[in-house]
């Protein structure tokens, strides 16, 4: 009997995944692994794959970057099986798979895969007016990030760094509602963030607080001019943003985002880099929701602990 199923998009990371599969194999077979491999062929087939795989009795792995971990993710909850769910980060972004402790190391991955531990973690539902439904681990966002995200979707081939400079040239704060468990903020927002988890595309630390063991979300509302934005990127990826005094910090277990006027184009929603569209949407945090494969203690946050002297969660240095 095979135990794992490894769905992988061989175009992810501009095509490094179709190569890097072969070490996945290799590394697999070495620790004694019995798996089998399930290539995508088009957007959201990794969600169709995942939902069958997961009823066919595997635990199901998403190898690749946050998209594909996404749709992973989301076909095997959805399948309601309770079936296990890993990762083997593979991409650009490695955001998803670092929110449970995954370092960006192949070879590592597959020996955690190999270990065989799990445990429980809150995930995060995004939930729209018109009935579309997405769970998530990371961030769910609107306004600049999201349209970052939306762009970037559009085009996979034009640099990432570019694609925010070409967002910073036209994009405006709009007047946004946000309303929580116990606050409400009306007002000129530059984006807004909703994290389960801390940080998203590939290591920006946007709401840095967050952990996935508290049952709530770390709400942080940006009001920054985009060119002073522009600036705090480098804080944002050292995770040195917050306390900021141009953001406001939230928590709440439930989080309803919409348009306080629609004199523009909406802002778009998007949960772990997938564009859901316009707002509104409610996000609800589901305590302890699904067990995930996972390293025993944190090896992303350890790691980053090394590189920068202190953990991302840490707001006094």
């Not at 040195?240 to 306080?260: A, C, F, G, N, T």
């Not at 305590?287 to 002297?309: M, T």
Request: glycine content about 10%; proline content about 2%.
């Amino acid at each position: 009997m095979v135990d794992y199923a490894i769905v992988y998009n061989p175009m992810a990371n501009k095509g490094k995944v179709k190569e890097e599969i072969e070490d996945v194999k290799k590394y697999l077979d070495n620790l004694n692994v019995s798996y089998s491999l399930h290539q995508t062929e088009r957007e959201e087939h990794a969600i169709i794959l995942a939902n069958q795989l997961a009823k066919d009795g595997y635990r199901v792995i998403g190898a690749g970057g946050d998209g594909t971990a996404n749709e992973v993710l989301h076909g095997v909850i959805t399948s309601n099986t309770g079936a296990l769910c890993g990762f083997i980060p593979m991409g650009s972004g490695n955001d998803i798979s670092a929110a449970i402790g995954y370092r960006a190391d192949i070879k590592r991955a597959c020996e955690i895969i190999a270990e065989g531990y799990s445990g429980k973690t809150d995930i995060g539902l995004a939930k729209k007016d018109d009935g579309t439904e997405r769970y998530f681990l990371g961030i769910g966002s609107q306004g600049f990030d999201s349209e970052v995200a939306r762009r970037s979707n559009e085009n996979k081939e034009k640099d990432y760094n570019m694609i925010i400079l070409d967002v910073l040239k036209d994009f405006e704060s709009q007047e946004i509602i946000v309303k929580m468990d116990n606050d409400t903020f009306e007002g000129e927002a530059t984006l807004a963030a909703v994290g389960l988890s801390g940080a998203y595309g590939g290591g920006m630390f946007i709401c840095q607080r967050a952990s996935l063991e508290d049952g709530l979300f770390d709400i942080s509302i940006v009001n920054i001019d985009k060119i002073k934005l522009a600036r705090q990127f480098r804080r944002m990826y050292n995770a040195s943003l917050l306390p900021h005094p141009d953001i406001k910090e939230y928590q709440s277990k439930k989080v309803r985002i919409e348009m306080k006027t629609f004199e523009h184009e909406s802002y778009v929603c998007q949960v772990d880099g997938e564009v859901l569209g316009p707002l509104p949407v409610i996000y609800e945090c589901i305590q302890d929701g699904y067990e995930f494969i996972r390293p025993k203690i944190n090896e992303f946050a350890e790691e980053f602990k090394e590189k920068y002297g202190h953990y991302f969660w840490e707001c006094t240095h």
